[in-house]
Every structure is written in C-alpha cells, then in structure tokens.
C-alpha cells in the first residue's frame, strides 16, 4: 500500500503542476479578460494544493475496499467533519 501512495503523491503533485502551470495559456486561449484570468489562476492555485492528498485518499479507499474493509474508508472520510 505505501507503493501505491507514493505513486499516488507523484501522481497528484504532477496533476497540480500541470494544472498551475496551465491554467493562463488556457484562458487567455480561451479569450478571457485578463482579470479573469488572474482571478481564475488563484482559484485553480489553491484547488491544486489539495490534489495530492485527495489522490492519496481516494488511493486509500480502494486499498481497504480491496482488502474488504469498508468501515475504515467511511471512518475516515466521516470523522474529519464530525470533529469541527
């Protein structure tokens, strides 16, 4: 399973370099206005940090369901917003 994690770190890390780097070209492709461009790159910015470890997550899921454990996976996702 840490095999299958660390794939999925490089994974996400190189998702969101991609998404962060291309995020201008593609809207000013598409012909936005430059201030929707800026503020688009800052959304697109701040959604890219979380990609990794949602990868991870999800990589996570399927390892318990392929191991048949399902509590674990809906303890998991299910604990962080009870806590809040």
Known sequence: ????????????????????????PAMRALGCD?????????????????????VMANVSEGAFIGLRDTVTPLIVRAAPPARC
């Open 34 to 54: 430059p201030s929707v461009v800026a503020a688009v790159s800052t959304y697109v910015v701040f959604r890219a940090v979380g990609n990794p470890l949602y």
């Open 1 to 24: 399973m840490s095999t299958a994690l660390c794939g999925a770190l490089l994974g996400g890390v190189a998702m969101s370099l991609v998404c962060v780097l291309c995020v201008g």
